[in-house]
């Protein structure tokens, strides 16, 4: 085997979601919705399973989805993307990660990153033979500056990977952010691959921002979306690659053996869902945002602290603001027993982990939530102890 695989645990979602599933905990680890999804979205897909055509589709994606994603894009946040020469469709965001690293990075080739950091970055990076650059962010703001990129940054800098809302910290990037990190990208010719994946899961009236608002970043960047995402349907894999045409066309080489295409009736089901009207992801957005409220009331009630959560389907525990000592793997080992899987956010760290935040996943029903204060509730003075 690979050294590289062979070295790799197996990821603490699937660790916890197994022993959350052998011993009945309620699973706040893994971030799936158990409901919120769309039932049009389902018919639209199941039917294009029953009558349409179900041989290879296209392999930058159905012309129906990539004009859907462009036009989605437009109406919402004031892009303009070509459907045909600047959006390629992946097998979920995941798979769209691993081709715009492939078709990137060139061993040797640095990359900065910034941690805490979703689990395939540091992977696929290293898969790619590129040099990881760490950057370090830490509650409760998890924001970077100047000094920390002129830290990172170096001749040999030639991608940047970004994620913004940021799982696992629930934080956004301003656009006065993109703009500083647009200035080092430029200085450095380095390319900004942005992980958008929760662009439309933001709250208190938020509104994304793109980096491909940010002018200086529109030709030298890569977005990523995700279908499941957006309509909390996780298990699809649907995802996107938008970047200017000479990118588009470098990522396109890498997608093409990867996994060359995406089934097409779940692509049909995206293009009809992202045509959806703005009321419909305003309530989506206030639906998860009640989640959040219900979760954080209920848990700051019971004596914990917790951090904010501006996007996403998470929300963080401080633990020691919470009067708890240990570190985040202790106590999420603990709440296992205690019936609630969670994670410790220091997994999500190359290096030097903050090791006193615990992410808890809200996109819940609310009694699977309730059921969650009341459990963590009497746990807590045993953690403090
Ligand atoms: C930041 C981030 N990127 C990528 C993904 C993977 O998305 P997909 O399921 O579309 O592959 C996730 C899923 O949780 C995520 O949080």
Not at 91 to 105: N, P
Not at 204 to 226: E, F, M, Q, Y
Not at 343 to 361: A, K, N
Request: aromatic letters at 8%; proline letters at 7%; one cysteine or more.
């Amino acid at each position: 085997m690979n050294p590289l695989y062979a070295a790799l645990p197996t990821t603490i979602f699937e660790t916890m979601s197994a022993r959350a599933r052998a011993t009945g905990a309620i699973n706040l680890g893994q971030g799936f919705p158990d409901s919120g999804w769309p039932q049009d979205v389902l018919a639209v897909a199941a039917d294009a399973l029953l009558t349409g055509n179900n041989q290879y589709p296209p392999m930058p994606g159905l012309p129906e989805l990539r004009r859907a994603i462009a036009d989605h894009y437009q109406a919402h946040q004031g892009v303009t993307l070509d459907w045909q020469s600047e959006v390629t469709v992946t097998s979920g965001a995941t798979e769209a990660l691993a081709a715009a690293i492939f078709a990137l990075v060139t061993p040797g080739d640095e990359v900065v990153l910034f941690q805490p950091l979703y689990d395939a970055y540091l992977p696929l990076v290293r898969r790619a033979g590129g040099i990881p650059k760490l950057v370090r962010l830490a509650p409760p703001h998890w924001q970077f500056d100047a000094a920390m990129l002129a830290a990172a940054f170096s001749p040999r800098t030639r991608l940047v990977i970004i994620n913004n809302p940021l799982n696992p910290s629930a934080s956004t990037f301003d656009r006065a952010s993109l703009e500083l990190l647009a200035g080092f990208a430029e200085r450095h010719d380095a390319v900004v691959l942005s992980d958008e994946v929760w662009e439309q899961v933001v709250f208190d009236g938020r509104t994304h921002t793109s980096v491909l608002t940010v002018p200086a970043l529109r030709d030298r960047s890569v977005k990523i979306g995700s279908g499941g995402k957006i309509f909390a349907l996780t298990g699809w894999k649907i995802g996107w690659l938008c970047a200017a045409p000479p990118l588009t066309r470098a990522l396109a080489r890498s997608h093409q053996f990867l996994t060359f295409t995406t089934p097409p009736n779940l692509q049909a089901g995206i293009a009809h869902g992202l045509g959806k009207d703005a009321g419909w992801f305003t309530a989506m957005r206030s639906g998860f945002q009640r989640s959040r409220d219900r979760l954080v009331a209920g848990l700051t009630t019971a004596g914990f602290t917790m951090l904010p959560a501006a996007g996403t389907y998470f929300v963080s525990i401080d633990l020691a603001a919470s009067g708890i000592m240990h570190d985040d793997v202790t106590v999420a080992d603990r709440l296992i027993d205690a019936g609630v899987a969670t994670i410790p956010v220091s997994v999500f760290y190359g290096e030097d982990p903050v090791t006193s935040t615990l992410r808890l996943c809200f996109a819940k029903q609310d009694a699977v939530i309730d059921a969650a204060i009341e459990r963590l509730a009497a746990a807590l003075p045993g953690l403090r102890g």
